[in-house]
């Protein structure tokens, strides 16, 4: 019932904005945080209907620490990236990313101090990689450097997806690379001194014999979210969980965010926005948010 509801939504919301752009034929105006949208409660929407989520396929859902611009990744024929930036508090209409359009790439995440802008991408490299490979942008005065590829330790000839940061820019990110307990297990990587180290598996209760992958680590990393498929109270392909830190450095149980949040779909791209007041993943081709206080249920 749920998911009709939602099949519901999406067509009755993506056909008013349909309507009103045919009207003014032009990009709606939108101002404030968040491209304008209405905040939701504690039960999931789509994000941005008629704008980030479409008949399209989109997926990630990544704000700036400032709020300024806003990521995300849409399939046409390959993956991209997408932009929108805030200007004078008006939104721009989604353009593809500058570094973007010509290889396959998703899963932007911005550092919590703005500075570091890491996606993946399937863009050749002379000596490792692709398949896909974690790469990073600096911010400059007028946007975002040249992306460049760190290389391994961090990279590897396998597959690196789906970089998350925390404050002090340890990289969590997930790889089917060799040594792990599944078919993809969640890697954390520390920066020392301008170089990522040799990533650890975290092994235990998150790298498990199932499938681990789309990994969100708080910036202290308190709490980590991610998405696993075939665990045994799994509702769907794939299903996102919440495990927190321990004080000895070790995890809680992962526990499923249950059937509101996750579908017989597969459901993925967990992020918490740097204000840490919205709850934002992917399922069914669009872009979901809800309130993050839906997350202190789970607390344990």
Not at 43 to 50: K, N, S
Not at 63 to 89: A, L
Not at 99 to 120: C, R, T, Y
Not at 188 to 195: C, K, P, T
Request: hydrophobic share 30%.
């Amino acid at each position: 019932m749920k998911i009709i509801f939602r099949i519901a939504g999406i067509i009755l919301s993506t056909l008013l904005f349909n309507l009103n752009c045919l009207s003014n034929g032009s990009f709606p105006a939108l101002s404030g945080p968040y491209l304008g949208q209405d905040p939701p409660g504690m039960t999931p929407e789509i994000f941005a209907p008629g704008i980030v989520s479409t008949e399209k396929n989109e997926i990630n859902a990544v704000f700036s620490p400032d709020g300024n611009e806003f990521f995300y990744s849409v399939r046409d024929d390959i993956y991209k990236i997408m932009q929108m930036k805030r200007i004078d508090n008006k939104w721009t209409e989604p353009a593809v990313f500058v570094h973007s359009g010509n290889f396959s790439e998703a899963d932007p995440f911005i550092s919590p101090d703005g500075s570091m802008l890491f996606f993946v991408s399937k863009r050749p490299v002379e000596g490792f990689g692709p398949p896909h490979d974690i790469w990073i942008c600096n911010k400059t005065g007028d946007g975002w450097s040249e992306p460049y590829d760190p290389g391994p330790p961090l990279n590897s000839d396998d597959n690196e997806i789906y970089p998350s940061v925390t404050s002090d820019m340890t990289v969590y990110f997930n790889s089917n690379r060799d040594g792990g307990f599944g078919k993809r297990d969640i890697y954390r990587s520390e920066y020392v001194d301008g170089n990522f180290t040799e990533p650890q598996n975290l092994g235990g209760k998150i790298s498990t014999e199932y499938n681990e992958g789309d990994v969100f680590i708080s910036p202290d990393e308190s709490y980590l979210i991610f998405v696993s498929g075939d665990r045994p109270d799994s509702f769907g392909s794939g299903d996102i969980y919440i495990c927190y830190r321990e004080d000895d450095g070790s995890w809680t149980d992962p526990v499923n965010l249950g059937n509101e949040i996750n579908t017989e779909h597969y459901d993925f791209c967990p992020i918490v926005s740097p204000d840490g007041k919205y709850f934002f993943y992917s399922s069914n081709g669009d872009v979901y948010w809800v309130n993050a206080e839906f997350l202190d249920q789970f607390k344990q």
